[in-house]
């Protein structure tokens, strides 16, 4: 496949599949290869977080997440509720929680920020995915985590768009299942931030 080919495929500039194709060339053809081998799209959305990434000045956490600031006003209980109603639209189940803060002051006696974790997960999905690839086990089960900052509480997630856009190509009713629980975390950090139930 050639590089305008390449750059129309995965809506690249073709600079910045020239830069790709040297490293292909210098780490061999396996890098075209693979590439031309990906869903669709999936250059756009490793574009996406190597922009983050050069923004951030390195930080691959930052690259690799979704971020919210809820709305002012909006409590952690009504983020809360509205995770919960999200889980109940999208047929999630809430598998875990993990209130750090407390466990902090617990800890050190100390007053802490507010710092959760929320787990949630469709097993058939999880079950799906791993078949697809077993390491996907370390993404499991998806997390929002809400946690009060100086601006406020913020939310963040894992980008699920790097599992469901980026690698090699899903088979259809997989995709259809992950990106439906890509869409369920997705909206519970716009309702959460929004403090919508």
Not at 35 to 61: F, H, K, M, Q
Not at 81 to 101: D, I, K, M, T
Request: proline share 6%; charged share 25%; hydrophobic share 45%.
């Amino acid at each position: 496949m050639s590089a305008i080919a390449l750059s129309r495929r995965f809506r690249l500039p073709v600079t910045v599949l020239a830069v790709a194709a040297l490293c292909g060339a210098l780490g061999g053809c396996g890098t075209l290869r693979t590439a031309a081998s990906l869903e669709d799209g999936a250059g756009t959305e490793a574009a996406r977080l190597w922009e983050r990434w050069v923004d951030s000045g390195g930080d691959i956490a930052v690259a690799t997440t979704w971020e919210r600031r809820a709305a002012p006003g909006v409590t952690v209980e009504q983020i809360e509720q509205a995770f919960a109603s999200v889980a109940a639209e999208y047929n999630l189940r809430a598998v875990g929680e993990l209130p750090l803060s407390k466990e902090l002051e617990a800890r050190t006696g100390q007053p802490q920020p507010f710092l959760k974790v929320y787990s949630y997960c469709n097993p058939s999905t999880a079950r799906r995915m791993l078949d697809f690839s077993p390491h996907m086990a370390a993404f499991l089960p998806c997390r929002v985590t809400v946690m009060a900052r100086e601006d406020g509480l913020w939310l963040y997630t894992l980008n699920m768009d790097m599992m469901t856009r980026m690698g090699r190509p899903l088979p259809p009713e997989l995709k259809a299942e992950a990106g439906r629980v890509r869409d369920a975390i997705r909206a519970m950090l716009d309702r959460g931030a929004a403090g919508e139930f």
